[in-house]
């Protein structure tokens, strides 16, 4: 069984805090790290702290939705973690795409919404030639994108933009990329689209599973 950390609220962190300082091999065992503290008052320094002596994990997940990008680029500063394959998280894409860089053998990435209203997203700059899975809006999802193993992509919609981005585009950042080894996709769609069908078939004949959101009216 993988060990489990899971930290939700500020008293959580002070004791695992606590408890690490004590017994030391306590935090090099954690292996997956699940870390969503909504808490304004938990400082950077001390979920910092935590990532720091918890050099071993191979999954993360940090949402900390009252975290501003400042505050996000202090947390992730000289932060490695040779294991890690796995990282889900709400960082904005500026501090995020700096950490990603120092970890490329990551095999699964979901993000929330970009930071980046006009400007190309940071993730074009980040290479993860082991990616198997990613989860993320369309224009930052296909900016990550590099690795030929892909089998798995969730495409999300935060924004406007996000919607007006035809699926042509989505399959054409793939190229020349395999998108055709994709199996599984979750994508937003325009009803008025009715090429959309005939589009995801010739793209990606190996597809068995399919989730379509429709774009709201």
């Given at each position: 069984?993988?060990?489990?950390?899971?930290?939700?609220?500020?008293?959580?962190l002070?004791?695992?805090?606590?408890?690490?300082?004590?017994?030391?091999?306590l935090?090099?065992?954690?292996?997956?790290?699940?870390v969503?503290?909504?808490d304004?008052?938990?400082?950077?320094?001390?979920?910092?702290?935590?990532?720091?002596?918890?050099?071993?994990?191979?999954?993360?997940?940090?949402i900390?939705?009252q975290?501003s990008t400042?505050?996000?680029?202090?947390?992730?500063?000289?932060l490695?973690?040779?294991?890690?394959?796995?990282?889900?998280?709400n960082a904005?894409?500026?501090?995020l795409?700096?950490?990603?860089?120092?970890h490329?053998?990551?095999t699964y990435?979901?993000?929330?919404?970009?930071?980046r209203?006009?400007?190309?997203?940071?993730?074009?700059?980040?290479s993860?030639?082991?990616?198997?899975?990613v989860t993320?809006?369309?224009a930052?999802?296909?900016?990550?994108?590099?690795?030929?193993l892909?089998?798995?992509?969730?495409?999300?919609?935060?924004?406007?933009?996000?919607?007006?981005?035809?699926?042509?585009?989505?399959?054409?950042?793939?190229?020349?990329?395999?998108?055709?080894?994709?199996?599984?996709?979750?994508?937003?769609f325009?009803?008025?689209?009715?090429?959309?069908a005939r589009?995801?078939?010739?793209?990606?004949?190996?597809?068995?599973?399919?989730?379509?959101?429709e774009k709201?009216?």
């Open positions: 069984l993988q060990p489990l950390l899971f930290l939700s609220t500020r008293l959580h002070d004791d695992f805090l606590s408890l690490s300082k004590v017994i030391k091999r935090a090099l065992g954690v292996e997956s790290l699940h969503t503290i909504r304004k008052s938990v400082s950077v320094t001390s979920i910092h702290q935590c990532l720091l002596h918890t050099k071993n994990i191979t999954d993360l997940e940090l900390l939705p975290l400042i505050g996000w680029v202090r947390l992730f500063r000289d490695r973690f040779p294991r890690l394959r796995y990282i889900r998280s904005p894409h500026t501090a795409a700096a950490f990603l860089m120092r490329r053998r990551i990435l979901s993000v929330e919404r970009c930071n209203s006009k400007r190309p997203c940071d993730f074009g700059a980040v993860l030639p082991s990616l198997s899975a993320g809006p369309i930052c999802v296909t900016s990550a994108i590099s690795s030929k892909l089998t798995y992509a969730s495409i999300s919609c935060y924004t406007q933009r996000d919607f007006s981005t035809p699926l042509v585009d989505f399959t054409s950042k793939l190229s020349p990329l395999p998108a055709s080894r994709i199996t599984q996709l979750s994508i937003p325009d009803a008025g689209d009715v090429h959309f589009h995801i078939a010739e793209a990606m004949p190996r597809l068995i599973l399919l989730e379509v959101i709201p009216r």
